[in-house]
């Protein structure tokens, strides 16, 4: 089944403790990128990758990095969680076209926060 | 940089009430994204529209492309308790170098009193 699979789902950690939530797809995509979703702010992109060892910022990078050494692989490293990266994370991957970014798959989402 | 409105932010409708959203972007855009986020769960493509003026079916969804491919909507027919969500656009940002990342609006939250 063609899927992206986000690990943890849920997580509640302490400000300073370094954590990892682990993002892998199934589909052979060369773009992955990884969204926070607050309420009322919508979607907004924290990194993106458009192929194995190729990233980028989005939108809202400061404080998170992420790595791209596998193709189906884009971990979301927070290295000094605070508070204000509580937020529901999802990653995301598509098949990379021209002028274009095709069609999302999203995982299921990884509940965070932050005390 | 590229900016996607949405609008309304929420939207509280009669099952039976028709239900539109509207989706306008800063820049003219190659084409635009849709998704719809059930509570509790994660956004789901439904449709791309890539021409100007373009109209797309989807049984009671119906997607517009405007003319100048600057702003989008979607309508719904007759609403259903199934429909319950949050209602994203997204459109593509050029980020240089060939390199495209989606820009999303903020969505339209759709209740629907049974």
């Known amino acids: 089944e063609a899927q992206v699979t986000q690990n943890p789902r849920y997580l509640i950690t302490v400000t300073g403790k370094k954590l990892t939530v682990t993002c892998s797809q199934n589909?052979?995509?060369?773009?992955m990128s990884w969204y926070r979703q607050d309420p009322g702010l919508g979607l907004r992109q924290i990194y993106y990758?458009?192929?194995?060892?190729?990233?980028d910022k989005g939108d809202v990078p400061e404080g998170y990095k992420v790595s791209r050494k596998e193709k189906r692989n884009f971990p979301l490293i927070l290295e000094s969680p605070s508070p204000n990266q509580t937020s529901l994370y999802f990653c995301?991957?598509?098949?990379?076209?021209?002028?274009?970014?095709?069609?999302?798959?999203f995982g299921e989402g990884s509940r965070l926060t932050v005390l | 940089g590229q900016q996607v409105m949405q609008i309304p932010q929420y939207q509280h409708v009669q099952e039976g009430e028709d239900f539109t959203t509207y989706c306008n972007s800063s820049?003219?855009?190659?084409?635009i994204q849709w998704y719809k986020q059930r509570p509790g769960g994660h956004p789901v493509f439904l449709i791309q529209?890539?021409?100007?003026?373009e109209v797309k079916k989807q049984k009671r969804l119906t997607f517009q492309f405007g003319e100048a491919k600057k702003n989008s909507s979607l309508h719904i027919t007759a609403t259903q308790t199934t429909d319950v969500g949050t209602y994203f656009c997204?459109?593509?940002?050029?980020?240089?170098?060939?390199?495209?990342?989606?820009?999303f609006g903020k969505g339209t939250k759709l209740s629907v009193i049974p």
């Open positions: 995301a991957s598509s098949f990379r076209r021209i002028s274009s970014t095709g069609e999302l798959f």
């Open positions: 589909m052979n995509h060369e773009y």
């Open positions: 990758s458009m192929n194995v060892e190729v990233t």
């Open positions: 820049t003219t855009l190659s084409n």
């Open positions: 529209l890539v021409k100007s003026g």
């Open positions: 997204a459109g593509p940002q050029d980020s240089g170098a060939g390199s495209y990342q989606l820009t």
